[in-house]
């Protein structure tokens, strides 16, 4: 370097220049020795304020750290785990627990007041029923308390699906039990047609989500219950028992039915003491006692003879319950639906018959508006009446020799006219056919059907 | 007053799309449809009309059932005929193969129900530009069986309710007899 050299050899004049003189020459000096580490300095502070801003922007910060948080989580899961459930329990772990926590709950209300409602007795009698069946005292324990209700009992005539009986538990909800029972025995026929042989017994269920409707057939008649959930053991056998029992005590009525529910008066009887199966095994204040005392005594006793007995004094229970369920308890019930009725016009009094005025101008065009008619011609004064008998009210016109008449319909001797003699009234009635001249008219001998 | 209930189960019978859901329909919930939905099976209706009989008034429900059309005997038709107390025959006026058709539907279900009271319904009568059938032949026929026959009209409400009306007179009627 010659510069060097040159101005080595005048060093203290130099140096002494810049002290006295110029700071721009020492700046000039900075930027001769450090300019790249400034403008890198530079470089940095912008990167640095850069990325302030990105933290500081919330959705600037997520878009840059998404594509990699899945990674990392993974990559965190693969490598620690535990830490992981641990970070995250006190979230997921108290939504997890409350939910079981609810259905242990209900489990448990369930369990309790099966238990109180049959003490330590009914254990005795599922360890029993479990070493018989093979299955787990905790299956069989289960089963029990699987609720059933009973919703409708339908009493059907075979033949004609006509309904004999209805009881229902609940008033509030109303079915159309008399098509439920048209439809039902539609189903059962069809069925049985397709697949059946005689000597089957036919549709033993029908199922429509939780709730089903159980059938059992006898000779004349088929009982249909409505029930919800799973009946318990021997429930069909009580049915089939009810219905013989009906078949029994009302054989003739039943076989000859005409469709008068009159006739069948107390055959719901027997349906009620079913219905009342599903009011639960429910023991009385006097059998608890009972069961009590005798659960303390057996207590005391070997465990085998213990849950021999106890078989036996189920069985008994169960014998004096059904008998104690004849008195039918104060549920509700009803017979037949409610529905509209629509009177039939009185073949007596009430001048309320189809008589239909219309002006005289306007006949020919209602005339031609029908198919082409057959045209009468009376031969006689007559009344017209409002029924095919001669006890049935006078419309209140008569019908005059000559008068021509329109035949709109006939039931036996009676026909059913519409005059339409021009400058009259239009008038429709029933008047015998005798009075009548038609071309086409048949004289039909005999009663009518 | 507290009437007497009596149910009768009653069929209507004929081809396919002569009208008898319309009928049904009609009487029931007084409405009626353009759109033809053919039955499948049978559909059961129910409609109760207040009936004097014998002295007596009387709650008469009838169980309608109203079964798929076809001209062929078949098995199941037979069986849903069953118990039947009476039958609503239908034909359309305005095709005559319906009307000669209704002799097959009666000798069936008088077969199965010999007791039973049977009625013709004429049907669509108000098609006054294409009907194909006279009613003297109607009447000839209802004649032959002696049965009564009326000219409906599901479609303006004409003379249906006299027709199932006159049905249920019948019914009580055969019940007093029997
Ligand atoms: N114009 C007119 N149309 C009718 C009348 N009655 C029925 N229809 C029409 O005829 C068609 C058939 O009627 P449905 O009552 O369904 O016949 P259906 O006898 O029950 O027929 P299936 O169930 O198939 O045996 C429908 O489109 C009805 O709208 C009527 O009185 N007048
Ligand atoms: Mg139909």
Redesign the pocket.
Known sequence: MPNHGHAGSHQDQVIGDQISGSASSLDNLRQILFHEQIEKIEDVEAGLEELERRINDERALVKMIAPVLGEAIRLKIREARDELIEALYPIIGQVVQRAVTEAVRDLARTLDTQVKRSFDFRLAWWRLRARISGASEAQIRLREMLPFTITDILLIHRETGLLLCHLRSDQSVATDTDLISGMLTAIRDFSQDTLGSVDQEGVGEIMHGNQRILMETALYTYLAVIVDGIEPAGFRAEMRERLMEIEHNYADEIRGYQGDSQTLTGVEEPLRTLMSASAGQKLSEGQKRVLAGAAGALLVVLVVSCLAISWVWRLGAASAERRAAAIPPSATMTSVPTETRTPLPSPTPSPKATVTYTPTAIPSATVTARPAPVVGVMIGNVWLRSAPSYDAARVGVILNTGDQVEILSRSGEWIYVRRISAGQIEVTGWLPARWIVAPTLLTTPGAQP | MSAITVNKKVC?L?????????????FVYDR?????????GV?VSRKTVVAPAAGRVIDLAMILW?????EEVDKYRESYMRGAAGAVL?C?L?RPETFDHLPVYVDEFLVVNPQSQIILAA?????TEALRLAPNQIESYAGSLSIPYFL?????G?MVEQLFRQLGRLLLAGDLAT
């Open positions: 209507l004929g081809d396919f799309a002569v009208g008898k859901t319309s009928l049904v329909r009609r009626f449809e353009d759109k033809y939905l053919s039955t499948i559909k109203d079964l798929a059309g076809s239908v359309d305005s049907n669509k009568s108000d098609l409906t009209s599901a479609k303006t004409d």
